[in-house]
């Protein structure tokens, strides 16, 4: 597509549930970023993927978060056992070799209740 | 690793007046410079980058940045702001030519213009 896609846009789930979010990058963008936006925190840095290098995953916040990426492209972030502080919006940007531009998705606004 | 500093979280400004949003780094490697900037209920979108080269970037909307190499800056300025420009701007850098290393963000500077 022209832009990065994120899916939902909205999720409202139970706390303690699975979720699961998705990003469709860039076509031919080599690197992927999932951030966290939440009130006052700025951008969050949770996770990297460039190429078929190892992710860099220096920003999950705990063990019940993790992302893969899929034939290089399409990536899953997955939120186990959501907590109500997870509530956030999680962006997904892409970017060529050499990081000199990204390019963000609208978002996906997760809501634990 | 590296980190930046945004100084203000908030700066309210009236309408036509000149505004500066200061950012600050730090890094043991050289650095690519970037503003973002996040309009109410909108993605992030690119307002401007220093690559190389001049010190002085001009962006979109009339924005410009200069890079201070020896104060770790790169500030944001516009001679004289719209009421459209209020939105949230986050300033970013990431290591110049490492690959496996992730855009690290300031934690934002709202800027609310009023008339």
């Known amino acids: 597509g022209a832009g990065v896609s994120q899916s939902p846009s909205n999720k409202v789930t139970e706390k303690g549930k699975d979720v699961e979010l998705r990003c469709d990058p860039i076509?031919?963008?080599?690197?992927l970023y999932w951030y966290r936006q939440s009130l006052g925190q700025g951008l969050e840095f949770l996770i990297y993927?460039?190429?078929?290098?190892?992710?860099?995953k220096s920003g999950l916040p705990s063990d019940r978060f993790s992302a893969e990426r899929t034939g290089g492209s399409v990536s899953t972030l997955t939120i186990q056992r959501t907590q109500q502080e997870d509530s956030a919006v999680y962006l997904c940007?892409?970017?060529?070799?050499?990081?000199?531009?990204?390019?963000f998705g609208q978002g996906t606004r997760l809501t634990v209740v | 690793a590296q980190s930046v500093t945004q100084l203000d979280s908030q700066v309210p400004v009236f309408e036509e007046a000149p505004v500066e949003l200061r950012c600050n780094y730090s890094s043991s490697v050289s650095v690519y410079l970037f503003w973002y900037v996040q309009y109410p209920n909108q993605g992030l979108q690119l307002l401007l980058k220093?690559?190389?080269?001049?010190?002085l970037v001009k962006g979109i909307n009339g924005f410009e940045a200069e890079f201070n190499k020896s104060q770790t800056s790169f500030h944001l300025r516009k001679p004289s702001v719209h009421i459209s420009d209020t939105a949230e701007y986050f300033c970013?850098?990431?290591?110049?030519?490492?690959?496996?290393?992730?855009?690290?963000f300031g934690k934002g500077t709202t800027l609310s213009v009023s008339s």
């Open positions: 076509s031919g963008h080599t690197a």
């Open positions: 940007a892409s970017s060529s070799t050499g990081n000199t531009e990204a390019f």
């Open positions: 220093y690559l190389s080269g001049s010190t």
């Open positions: 993927f460039q190429g078929n290098s190892a992710p860099d």
């Open positions: 970013a850098v990431s290591p110049r030519n490492q690959a496996g290393t992730a855009l690290i």
